[in-house]
């Protein structure tokens, strides 16, 4: 069993490394099999490496800062609320995050301030629902 300050950590260095661009750090966070499901835009990926490209290409520079992250006391899920910043705007995202035996995040849901179509060019990485 992960305890909840184990996840915790995990949560903070997948969004550590994400704003440091990190994508060594950022995969190490990840299962293999990870689905990251975006319900607002109606996306989901399978797969870390689609996973790990879709960040890479995602367009746009932008900061993020955890500002605060509830993990359940099982050591599966943890929900994360953070803070980014995208030019002069700042945005409030809820990202709620399972893990596998080993810590590893094996599901990702992210909730964005509000639906939003996608950006073109990553088809070749999401399925649309």
Do not use: C, K
């Given at each position: ?45 399978r797969g870390k ?31 994360v609320r953070t ?47």
């Open positions: 069993m992960t305890t909840t300050a184990e996840l915790r950590a995990v949560a903070e260095t997948y969004w550590s490394a994400a704003d440091a661009r990190d994508w060594d750090a950022f995969a190490a966070t990840l299962a293999d099999e990870v689905l990251y499901e975006l319900p607002q835009a109606r996306e989901r990926i490496d689609r996973y790990l490209r879709f960040n890479r290409e995602h367009p746009g520079a932008r900061r993020v800062r955890v500002e605060r992250v509830v993990a359940d006391g099982e050591g599966r899920q943890a929900a803070r980014f910043t995208v030019g002069a705007e700042e945005l409030h995202a809820i990202h709620f995050f399972v893990f596998d035996a080993a810590g590893r995040i094996s599901g990702i849901t992210d909730f964005w301030p509000e639906p939003y179509e996608p950006p073109a060019g990553r088809d070749h990485l999401v399925e649309r629902y």
